[in-house]
DNA sequence: ATTATTTCTTGATTTACATCAAGGTATTGA
DNA sequence: TCAATACCTTGATGTAAATCAAGAAATAAT
């Protein structure tokens, strides 16, 4: 059930058997089908979810509700809204299935405990947030400099796994266009692609 | 010389006597006058500074010559390329004194030594990453749904003091705006003042 | 003091992308 | 298996912000 996230652990610290059990007594597994939702806006986020089995997303829905999506999280990913879950303030994002998946769930307790009983799982989140403060600066830089065709070439280069699992106006609100922009794009590329041939 | 990084340090975390004199031995305090670099992109980033007093700004320049700015960093901040401080790669960023700075540089090397010799230290940076990683966040979202007044004026909300000594078309490169039509949003904004009275 | 540099403004024009609208194609579900 | 959603495409039109251009103000430098 949680061998995942140990493997997952395990690729940035050391576990020992001890430390899985300390953590097999404060996670929890959890199932959610397509479309089913571990947060809703204006609650408070209760965990950090690490990904077993199928994809989440977390998005927000501005004045005009459009929908933005923040993030993908595919299998062996987390997913969370850090902000609500450390201050503990209601969130303004969404958290859903985007297939059904199996989570293993990190209540805010547990995380402040684990912390504190695995030293390694502070070292783990110190390289987590680092890594996610690096890549979130990327994809800022991503969306200042470059065009809604080079945008989408430099997501499926970065992600090309996940954005075949993922409907296209996903991709879109992912890299803030709408749907009939992207569209549009990928037509030119599929011509530009028969020219070069 | 060191007294305002001691500060900064202690407003997380609890700083000894004996961690300061650690400390004292593996930073540098370096002088930079107004338009003097700390990082020229295609080097590798150093140091991680903390700006003592004055103000630097990172920025990246696009294809088209277009500069983008990433971070300020008046007294009382770290500045540095995170990505290219911890991989050795070459940094794509430029940072640059827009006042004269004195300021505080860790070395990659020291950096890691203070982390193991002072763990505090260690869960200051956990801090710093989580903390830099929500605001980032924020960021993104707000370019993402703001139109370019919606981005000024919060802007100024979240750093009123920083925006009142950088110049216009600096405050544009951070926004993702060209200093046109900051300038357009601006005089729009005061005429909106003066018939509120 | 006055030249030079940097910064800001304003107008005219262009452009990338959004919006609106409507039909087509899958996929899902009773 | 047929209706209902969800998803994708295409065209026509609109618009916020970029670009181009040129001058005015402010700051800094000699």
Redesign the pocket.
Known sequence: MLNDFFNKLSKNILLTEADKVIFSQHVVVKKLRKRQYLLHEGEICKHVAFVNSGMLRSYLVDE?S?EHIIQFAPEGWFISDLYSFITEDASNLNIEAIESSELVLVSRASHIYLEKAVPEFFKFNYLQYRGAYIALQKRLTSTFTL???EKYINLLNIYPDIMQRV???MIASYL??????L??V??KLTKKKSEHS
Chains 1, 2 share one sequence.
Request: no cysteine; net charge positive.
């Open positions: 005009k459009n065009s809604a065709e409907p296209q106006h803030g266009l709408t749907a009939e922009t569209s549009r990928r037509k």
